[in-house]
């Protein structure tokens, strides 16, 4: 936790001072509960840039290569981080994010899995809406949008949506093909913001 706050300061030292950054829709963010943050994946620095300016602590997913870097993988798990092969069904991953949303706290996914430029949607997966409707979390949307100068100095602007109860992904069989279905009606939810 003491990592955590470290680094959370130093984080909003650097977007504070070095970057313009504009928020909307803060007053979505859920104050107490399970919570799944989502959404598009721009940069190296979303996670960062999220954990700052939302209040909770927000538990990412990360590739698992990441996680193999001895001091990189270390100060990524005293960030709440923790790892996912996104190659397969990680079940190990599933188990956590499960767990961290029955224990109440949030949990942070970019369901196209990888960083996407502009407005190309991918293939997201179905992971979100799966970890929506059997916790019964309600997920709230996130648009981030770069506009880079210098590669120090950014606009940044983060729209937060409104969060969606899992009642209203659409979901009835809970097979993988829902899951995949509401997935993909989700990031474009987030890119609609």
């Not at 790892?83 to 949030?106: F, H, M, Y």
Request: net charge positive.
């Amino acid at each position: 936790m003491i990592v955590y706050k470290i680094a959370r300061g130093i984080f909003s030292f650097y977007f504070r001072v070095f970057n313009r950054v504009i928020v909307r829709g803060q007053e979505n963010e859920i104050p107490e509960g399970p919570m799944i943050v989502f959404g598009n994946h721009y940069s190296n620095m979303d996670v960062f840039l999220l954990t700052v300016f939302f209040r909770r602590q927000i538990r990412f997913m990360g590739k698992h290569t990441l996680f193999k870097t001895p001091i990189v993988g270390q100060l990524a798990r005293a960030y709440g981080a923790f790892p996912v092969v996104r190659e397969q069904t990680d079940l190990s991953a599933v188990k956590t994010a499960l767990r961290i949303l029955r224990n109440g706290e949030v949990l942070g996914i970019f369901p196209e899995g990888t960083r996407i430029k502009g407005e190309k949607i991918s293939d997201p997966k179905g992971g979100i809406a799966m970890f929506a409707w059997r916790t019964k979390s309600p997920v709230v949307p996130v648009h981030l949008e770069y506009r880079r100068r210098f590669h120090i100095f950014n606009h940044i602007e983060i729209t937060i949506g409104a969060p969606i109860p899992p009642e209203e992904l659409g979901i009835v069989s809970a097979t993988p093909e829902e899951y995949k279905e509401a997935s993909c009606r989700l990031i474009d939810h987030v890119y609609s913001l």
